[in-house]
């Protein structure tokens, strides 16, 4: 169901919200009204709680205080966040201690301009997992289709159905090896992943230390680069697309793929092109080092034993199979591996970092695989073989320390939306999305994707 208000470009509602002619009640009821229990995007649904930040944003702007873009905006959370009054999951079947559930400065910065939570979203146990399933809670409903239950992605597997479902203008996730823009892509939402260390990880239950970066799920690159100023203060330039220089990422990100992903991409570039981009072709040194590296076991895995080990001893017992089998493939790192195979990450990444010299951006598919249904997921061999291909090219761009974004560019062959991977160097976010906004009115233009009107 589409909200005449609701379906309005985040900024557009943040204006109104400003100028009175929106109401920062009306807003979160029109929310709450589009919450779909059978999507199951929540672990924590919190209306009541809504309606009481709403009540105090909506004095704020009745006062003439204006605190933040995100005002009176309905956003969720993650259950790896600590949000007050709710408890952390993060995906196990009981609440972490109370240490693990305190907020961090993301969740302030949220509170301080008023923005409105509406609950927690479901979570991958400890974040470790592409697909989005889950052992101890309902797996999120890819509303992309309504007669098979497809996966939603992970590990922020509930935060894009949220954006879909509407009851969400911002979702906040976290993306190590490519949960923000997994669930992102296989949902038809935009998603972004920080540079590692823009934005704190205090107040966010841990995966892996040495990747773990915060980011958001909206509508649009608009809603995105709209709430990215909100929430860093660094603002989103415009763009020239006649002087935008853009190249295709190499093979490694092409291959496999299911039918009309990669035409999908590559349709899109043609447009980009068409419409005054230069487009050429640039390698991208590391990518198959970094991948056979992961598909062994290694830094992540070894970062979250020793974090159960030496926060949560119990909650090893009940850990869900999938993710207990991806953890033991890295317990067996000894110290000097681990400490050499992070130096190589960083010589790596350098040298990826370089590969960006006279060049604004590399595009590439997001996820090369349609989301599979989750009946198909029970099955332990076909999960590992679907889980690897969906961390594929979202993986590596996070271990080379790179930022990136995901928009969708239209739907393949199975009629699923195609994320059109957007990857940078190191902090160039706001120039990402202010590609990404470029991209998409473009594709919009074409009829590929609508946008909010």
Not at 36 to 54: C, F, G, K, V
Request: with cysteine.
């Amino acid at each position: 169901m589409i909200d005449p208000i609701l379906n309005r470009p985040l900024r557009a509602i943040a204006a109104g919200l400003a100028d009175g002619s929106l109401n920062a009640c009306d807003v979160t009821e029109r929310a709450i009204a589009l919450h779909d229990p059978t999507l199951d995007a929540y672990m924590a649904w919190e209306p009541s709680a809504a309606r009481q930040q709403a009540l105090a944003a909506g004095a704020a702007f009745a006062a003439g205080v204006q605190l933040g873009g995100l005002q009176g905006i309905p956003v969720s959370f993650k259950d790896l966040y600590g949000v007050a009054g709710m408890a952390t999951f993060a995906g196990t079947p009981r609440a972490l201690p109370a240490a693990l559930s305190a907020e961090g400065p993301l969740v302030t910065r949220l509170r301080h301009q008023l923005g409105v939570i509406v609950g927690k979203t479901q979570s991958v146990e400890f974040a470790f997992g592409g697909l989005g399933t889950s052992r101890h809670h309902p797996v999120p409903w890819n509303p992309r289709d309504l007669h098979t239950h497809r996966a939603p992605g992970g590990s922020s597997s509930g935060a894009g159905v949220s954006v879909i479902e509407g009851t969400a203008l911002v979702a906040f996730g976290t993306d190590t090896g490519g949960s923000v823009r997994i669930p992102a892509s296989l949902t038809g939402c935009f998603g972004l992943k920080t540079t590692l260390g823009r934005w704190s990880t205090d107040g966010i239950v841990p995966l892996s230390p040495s990747f773990d970066t915060p980011g958001i799920l909206t509508r649009t690159a608009d809603d995105a680069a709209f709430a990215f100023g909100a929430l860093d203060g660094e603002p989103v330039p415009k763009v020239d697309g006649g002087k935008l220089r853009l190249a295709i990422a190499p093979a490694f990100f092409w291959q496999d793929c299911d039918p009309g992903i990669a035409e999908q991409v590559e349709a899109a570039l043609l447009l980009i092109e068409a419409a005054g981009a230069h487009v050429t072709n640039r390698d991208l040194p590391g990518c198959e080092e970094v991948f056979d590296a992961y598909r062994l076991g290694g830094i992540v895995s070894a970062e979250l034993y020793a974090f159960l080990r030496g926060h949560l001893p119990q909650w090893l017992e009940t850990l869900d199979p999938r993710v207990r089998r991806r953890m033991d493939d890295g317990r067996a790192l000894e110290a000097w591996e681990y400490l050499q195979r992070k130096a190589r990450y960083l010589t790596l990444g350098a040298g990826a970092a370089a590969a960006f010299d006279g060049i604004d951006a590399m595009i590439s598919p997001t996820i090369p695989i349609t989301p599979p249904a989750v009946a198909l997921l029970a099955d332990p061999e076909t999960y590992a073989r679907l889980n690897l291909a969906v961390l594929r090219n979202t993986c590596v761009v996070s271990f080379l320390g790179l930022c990136a974004v995901t928009l969708p560019a239209g739907t393949d062959a199975k009629g699923m939306p195609v994320g059109l991977q957007i990857i940078g160097p190191p902090q160039c976010e706001p120039r990402l999305l202010a590609i990404a906004r470029h991209i998409e009115l473009i594709l919009a233009g074409a009829d590929v994707w609508p946008l909010p009107v």
